[in-house]
């Protein structure tokens, strides 16, 4: 059993119970354990303490209505076959996230974005390069691949982009994922401060722009915050 591992998923869920909540936040959290406002902030961003105490854990998870499986167990991760050593996958568990790739490109049914498509492959990024711009877990983060040359030349067909999920609203300009009928299109949404409605545009400028488009009737699937692209 591999403990380290377990403890970096167990802070990695309760962050995103945290997050995820309407009501709770790290300090709250904190008070319902009995503790001081900055000690959960602590235990999920620096492992600090290393681990929770039973009875702070059966706190948490009345508090949030779930059963200790939604944490998994130490046996979920066996220490037999392992090419790396306990020290060095401890030590990139810690720096990097691991995102799924899904086999999506042009086409998805309901649900949300990921529902149902199969995980080809994950991809690592930086845990310190994905917090400079979110703060989304693995679980809030897709790869996907683009389709077609409306977004040329910023995205070109095949390339990889990186998807923050949490971002479902239109607060800033940029490029997201957005679901059209049972189509899902890649567009730059740009937001007018005045009349608080959007534009959606391709890059390619043979493709038609919609504008004057309403935020509340758009089904925002999440932001770009990267792309990959083989040469």
Same mark, same amino acid.
């Given at each position: 059993m591999d403990y380290n591992r377990y403890y970096i998923r167990f802070r990695q869920k309760l962050d995103h119970l945290i997050r995820t909540?309407?009501?709770?936040? @790290?300090?709250?959290?904190?008070? #319902?354990?009995?503790?001081?406002?900055? @000690?959960?902030?602590?235990?999920? /961003?620096?492992?600090?303490?290393?681990?929770?105490?039973?009875?702070?854990?059966?706190?948490?998870i009345k508090h949030f209505n779930i059963t200790m499986d939604y944490f998994g167990s130490p046996d979920d991760f066996s220490n037999v076959g392992r090419g790396f050593s306990d020290s060095q996958t401890s030590n990139f568990e810690e720096e990097y996230i691991r995102?799924?790739? @899904?086999?999506?490109?042009?086409?998805?049914?309901a649900g949300s974005m990921v529902d149902n498509n199969e995980i080809s492959n994950k991809l690592a990024f930086k845990?310190? %390069?994905?917090?400079?711009?979110?703060?989304?877990?693995a679980d809030d983060l897709a790869v996907i691949t683009v389709s077609g040359d409306s977004m040329n030349p910023t995205l070109y067909d095949g390339d990889r982009i990186l998807?923050?999920?949490?971002?479902?609203?239109?607060?800033n300009d940029g490029i997201y994922v957005l679901r059209n009928d049972d189509m899902i299109l890649? /567009?730059?949404?740009?937001l007018n401060p005045v009349t608080k409605l959007c534009t959606i545009k391709s890059d390619n400028s043979? @493709?038609?722009? %919609?504008?004057?488009? /309403?935020?509340?009737? #758009?089904d925002i699937l999440g932001r770009v915050i990267w792309m990959g692209r083989n040469i």
């Open positions: 909540s309407n009501h709770d936040d @790290y300090a709250s959290l904190s008070a #319902l354990i009995g503790k001081n406002h900055a @000690y959960m902030q602590q235990f999920i /961003k620096r492992g600090v303490p290393k681990c929770l105490k039973d009875e702070d854990t059966e706190k948490i995102v799924n790739v @899904y086999e999506i490109e042009a086409a998805a049914g845990k310190s %390069w994905i917090r400079s711009s979110s703060n989304a877990t998807v923050d999920m949490t971002q479902t609203s239109i607060k890649v /567009k730059r949404i740009s043979f @493709y038609e722009s %919609w504008e004057g488009c /309403k935020t509340t009737d #758009l």
